[in-house]
């Protein structure tokens, strides 16, 4: 019998359901809120899975579902799962409020590689809120 690890920090969900670690399904959840909401706001505690659960979504809007296999949302959505782009941001590690031109580079890098990514041309030269809303309206036109 393989051996099975507990996944403890890992905030992976690919890296916990490819490594071979212990995972309480909740995806049950994750369907309802996908399904169910409109706009949420997660306020947990540290260390409560938060960061799991939006590599979660992550991994859901990205449509990878074969790393869904055998869990509960694969059954609850049996049909084709439509891609979306997925932007995610990291504020940890980071002191922002002493260095607030930290957050304004990091958003700013941040910003440039979902461009990228999406293969979206936006204005170098705006401000971090300016390009955020530029690049969810050209990514908006791309779906």
């Not at 049950?28 to 938060?50: C, D, I």
């Not at 700013?108 to 809303?133: C, G, V, Y």
Request: charged share 25%; net charge neutral.
């Amino acid at each position: 019998m393989p051996n099975i690890v507990y996944p403890i920090g890992i905030q992976s969900f690919s890296k916990l359901r490819n490594g071979n670690c212990y995972y309480v399904d909740k995806t049950a959840l994750v369907h309802e809120l996908v399904t169910t909401g409109y706009y949420y706001f997660l306020s947990r505690p540290r260390r409560f899975g938060k960061s799991l659960l939006i590599s979660t979504l992550h991994e859901y809007f990205k449509g990878n579902r074969e790393l869904f296999k055998g869990l509960a949302i694969d059954r609850l959505e049996p049909d084709e799962w439509p891609c979306h782009p997925v932007l995610h941001i990291d504020f940890n590690g980071r002191n922002y409020v002493k260095y607030p031109e930290i957050l304004t580079r990091h958003l700013h890098t941040t910003l440039l590689k979902w461009a990228d990514e999406l293969e979206i041309q936006i204005n170098r030269e705006l401000t971090p809120d300016e390009m955020f809303s530029e690049l969810i309206e050209r990514a908006v036109e791309k779906t």
